[in-house]
């Protein structure tokens, strides 16, 4: 019989083997005891790079921005216990996300549970629904290390990771003591690797961090509309004037969908307006040097006029969504006041649509709607409807330039933020949102011709918008960048939301050590100004239970984690200083103090 | 038909009073908006103490401490989506430590679940099996609000968590927007009070913190041994030598057992081993004026050495085991070793026995179990049995002391922390301990010497033993103190665990503004010595994947969360500076540094 540190071991081997065999390339490590061999194997394997992170909780979304912008599961390991929990946040997000992740708990045999066992809890099903599903393996054994057990398990999980709905799937593992092999050699690894008897991708222990782009991506199927759907849908299309509305779309959505679109959308002379999170306000590299005139992006500021004018807006008769429902309120306000016959293309099969208002739902990707639609007898529209679109998109890109630009120099608020960060950063970079004001004021600020013909990718965790997390995940995203100054990385979040994440911010210092540079803008109101713009404000107990201020001075956290740190306060500062920053090497901390009474007046202003 | 905001704060006043009349007075509150009407429930409420916390996992650990100290259910309110998941570590160990709490969770109406819209998740079994039970609360309605429905709910849930067995208890509650009153004057909340015909347990907003001994216990039915049984355990106890081996014990348990366990021991004439988290190897105030003789607290040095020298131990016919498993490693392998007839007193009725040793079980608590025994028939032991363990008791004390001081002055090391901490830290006193080496120090160094006749509470979060929300846990204690210099409060910890809930030390800031004093040390040996112990210390991969050096200087932590900071790098230091530190106002952050290897050699010296 082998002696079980070592069966462990070879267990562990076997399993991480199978998913470096699919792809998988990267492993977000919390150390702790009964994962050693967890651990140990992703280190030992030859194919996969390991990241270390003391807190689970920043580990698991360090592990989603990785997983983002691979568009392949990433693996999280941490021990037995509390530990697992620290996940939850990250699966939450990842599972509303569609962001495969592979979440390798170490657990104790099950004779040590439910007897009062030390760091023993239930880990059978920690996230509930929220993952695409739980395989609770068996104890290592040798009859079942020498069958196909372990791969029918890896190919399972990865499949349910990255298949139709992509999602975190968590994977169970009871380890019994001694947890480690008695003795660990070069020999002993190659001996056990042979033993497997299975292909290493790579013969020689060469880490090096792959790249979205050269990165293997998943291969996943493809989902068609049928014939007869596509009939119905060629008739709505025909039927009257049309609107395509875009919202966020997942990395995986994303690629390919620029061209398609600005072909379908110049075919039906169509207005589409586009979210910030579906990455197409920007242009794309070598594809179109202006972009698409039938893109509309101030949208959120021309349908905020009607609404407080009361004027009748444009009306279609009928809608096509792509992706999750739209950040703008304002666009929500609208889509609820019309009565348009209603197109849902949905990915992964869920009904993205809180205001109930689809009339039909169809499980495809906006990628395959476009290249099915555009070969079918869809008539162009009329040019009056696209161009009642344009006028108003060009008297808001004029307004809101001429508000910023006619402000006092004293005056300081967000839209000079995003306008001077969209400005000053080095084309082909990306930026990623914090959620509450940072995402609605690049919905907002992010016009036309405020981007500056560049190329610039936008994330956001905007599967459940929370403010946890978001340091973690920037940071993965930005791990994964082989080139190290192939994308610049700015990452733009409020002040409670850095604070939520701070923990993140240690894996700073290796991120720095190892090359890489970018910068975290924090814009500090002391306390999250989102609730300004909620009725909560006329309380008299506002401050206390809304208007949470934190009184940090963040050049402290830039202190305790080594960044470098710029505090600005006016506009001067800002547009003299930021883009200089962009040129520093490290990652850069800069803390950008606005007033809440100014930045409501600004906002209220525009 | 009532307004929806006006019902919906009803609805929420409603629920909370319910709780407070049930004697709940803390809420710990994370902000958010659609938890509004909770939020103000709680804070309107004359009788319910709020605290904000805007890191929900914080929050969680924070109502923990409180809850541990009050001996009563504390509430935590978080609004929809991700927040929620933040508390589950929290509630993971409230479960494993028997603590009771009210988890209020605001959701969106049903109609706005599944469909994509923002911050909605499945929040319908969040907690799984690590909650004592979830209720799911209808959405306001008038009809509802006049019957007893929310009466009937928090009747059930406030059982649910203190009764048989305490812990935490999830409450999902949906809100209908609009969120909030029209209007809200304080004729409104009189007006509100009067509706709901309920009555307050004050008429006046008089919120003062109770402390845990002015505040109300819950009241719990207790369980009693059979007759038969009885007779049976009393014979067991006159078959033959015995030993009684106390573990952590809750608040709860503690209560009243220091006197009857005295009392026990005396008349068996019965050595009792005594796991520093019993809250029995210190004195009681006003009980004894030396402690019990009968009570062994270095068993972890002298079995250590039997365990090392191959030497047969002492051999009881019959163990009776209080509370959960001891922390010593070293009783577990002597545990381990014998086959002593072995009873388990549980409390809860949770079978706290990794070893599979317990022959009965016995569903009662340590403090029933004596009351029960003391009447009985018991013989008293033979003298030599309990003297055997005195001599070993009083042989490894005078060497544990001499080791300590025996040592260079430029040495330092844990065993220095722990005896010059007992030496300066006021009488009446609570101490909180951190997971890894520092609750094995504590049970090595404190010995009857070094107790100094003080009395002293011992805390740690050993439930899950996880590094995960400890100076939260130790803030909440802190802050259930009515007369806040009623007990001093110390937290040692280590620097990762010091590192995992840094997000915590935002309360301190408000605690010190109100006049609490307290004292974290924070043991850096730069990543956690405990792997240094274990196996893994032989691994090349060792310092990369165990020996996890955040190299974090915490000086800046203690200036971001305005705390008085103090750096102590040897022995000199630490007798001439740390007893000042006691005498200062406010929360002092006392960082001591440690290096693994001299660490590493003074615990084996020893």
New interface residues.
């Given amino acids: 019989m082998s002696h079980t540190g070592t069966l462990n071991y070879q267990w562990a081997f076997s399993l991480i083997n199978h998913f470096a065999l699919q792809g998988v390339s990267q492993a977000v490590?919390s150390?702790g005891?009964r994962s050693?061999a967890l651990?140990?194997a992703c280190?030992?394997h030859p194919d996969i790079t390991?990241w270390?992170q003391?807190?689970e909780?920043s580990a698991g979304f360090f592990a989603l921005g990785l997983a983002q912008r691979q568009q392949l599961p990433v693996i999280l390991i941490c021990t037995s216990?509390?530990?697992v929990?620290?996940w939850?946040?990250a699966?939450?997000?990842a599972?509303?996300s569609y962001t495969p992740l592979l979440l390798l708990s170490a657990d104790r045999p099950q004779?040590?549970q439910?007897?009062?066992?030390?760091?023993?809890?239930?880990q059978?099903?920690?996230f509930?629904?929220?993952v695409r599903s739980t395989l609770l393996i068996e104890e290592a054994s040798e009859i079942l290390l020498n069958n196909a057990y372990l791969k029918q398990i890896s190919t399972q999980a990865y499949a349910q990771s990255v298949q139709h709905k992509p999602g975190p799937v968590h994977i169970n593992i009871p380890f019994k003591e001694?947890?480690?092999p008695k003795r660990?050699t070069r020999e002993d690894l190659n001996h056990y690797i042979n033993l497997l008897g299975t292909q290493l991708l790579a013969k020689s222990k060469s880490k090096t961090i792959k790249s979205a782009d050269s990165a293997p991506k998943a291969a996943v199927s493809t989902l068609s509309i049928s014939q007869v759907r596509l009939e119905l849908l060629t008739e709505t299309i025909n039927s009257g004037n049309g609107l395509i509305i875009c919202g966020r779309l997942s990395s995986r959505e994303q690629t390919g969908l620029y061209e398609l679109l600005f072909q379908l959308t110049k075919k039906l002379n169509c207005p589409a307006l586009i979210d910030p999170l579906s990455n197409l306000r920007f242009i794309q590299r070598g594809f179109t040097p202006q972009g698409s005139s039938h893109f509309v992006y101030n949208y959120d500021h021309f349908l905020k006029q009607h609404h407080i004018t009361g004027h009748t807006p444009l009306k279609p008769d009928w809608i096509i969504r792509l992706g999750?429902?739209p950040t703008s309120k304002n666009l929500m306000l609208y889509l609820q006041s019309l009565n348009s016959h209603t197109i849902l293309i949905s990915s992964y099969g869920?009904?993205?649509?809180?205001l109930?208002k689809a009339n039909t739902q169809i499980h495809c990707s906006p990628v395959q709607f476009c290249k099915q639609i555009l070969p079918t007898s869809v008539r162009t529209q009329p040019e009056n409807w696209l161009n009642s679109w344009q006028k108003l998109e060009q008297a808001s890109e004029t307004k809101i330039a001429q508000s910023l630009t006619g402000m006092d120099q004293s005056t300081l608020f967000e839209g000079h933020v995003i306008d001077t960060l969209l400005k000053s950063i080095p084309d082909n970079s990306f930026i990623f949102s914090g959620n509450s004001m940072p995402i609605r004021d690049f919905d907002t600020f992010i016009t036309r011709r405020s981007t500056h013909n560049k190329s610039i990718d936008i994330y956001a965790n905007r599967g459940?918008?929370?403010i946890?997390g978001n340091l973690s995940t920037f940071l993965g995203l930005l791990a994964d960048q082989a080139d190290k100054d192939k994308q610049y990385a700015v990452a733009l979040v409020g002040d409670?939301t850095f604070?939520?994440d701070?923990?993140g911010l240690?894996m700073c210092?290796k991120l720095s050590a190892m090359g890489y540079t970018a910068t975290i803008i924090v814009i500090n109101n002391n306390g999250?100004g989102i609730?300004n713009y909620?009725?909560?404000q006329?309380?008299?107990?506002f401050d206390?239970?809304?208007n949470?201020a934190?009184?940090?001075?963040?050049q402290?956290?830039a202190?305790?984690?080594g960044l470098n740190y710029l505090k600005i306060e006016n506009q001067h500062d800002l547009e003299n200083k930021l883009a200089d920053v962009f040129l520093q090497t490290g990652i850069q901390l800069v803390e950008v103090i606005i007033h809440q009474k100014t930045s409501v007046e600004c906002h209220a202003n525009i």
């Fill in positions: 490590i150390p005891s050693t651990a140990l280190e030992k390991t270390i003391i807190d909780r216990g509390s530990a929990t620290h939850f946040p699966v939450v997000e599972s509303h004779q040590l439910n007897c009062g066992a030390n760091q023993t809890i239930d059978r099903s920690l509930s629904s929220h001694p947890l480690l660990f999750q429902f869920d009904k993205l649509d809180p109930h459940v918008s929370g946890d409670l604070y939520h701070m923990n240690l210092k999250g609730f909620l009725p909560q006329q309380l008299n107990d206390k239970l809304w949470t934190t009184d940090l001075d963040f402290y956290s202190r305790l984690y």
